[in-house]
């Protein structure tokens, strides 16, 4: 808990490590992030918020390391990045995005 008296963040436990849903909390009660442990680590979809609400980024993780495609966005939830990983490295094509959606910048990995 935050000392506020705010739940900071829940998770389970199975055999000693973090297993199942994991929440995490911004300090004014707002949902900072949530996903899935298994065996103590990031497993499958992940997804994290702004202080406002907003989704803020979701990612996959397989193997302890990002995989797969992900989004960010900017606090007013227009797109900020986009792209994919591969064992945690950025690949292909990601895209960057103004506040106002249009396209800033591409890159190739």
Known sequence: YYDNGQLKNSWSYKEGERDGLYKNYHENG???GEGFMKN????????YYHEN???KSKSFFKDE????PYKSYHENGKLEYKGSYKNGKKI????KYYTNG???SKKKW
Do not use: I, V, Y
């Open 53 to 55: 609400g907003r989704l």
């Open 40 to 47: 103590g680590e990031p497993d499958g979809r992940w997804d």
């Open 65 to 68: 390391e990002r995989d797969g």
């Open 30 to 32: 707002q949902l900072s």
């Open 102 to 104: 249009k396209l800033e």
């Open 92 to 95: 292909g094509q990601w895209n």
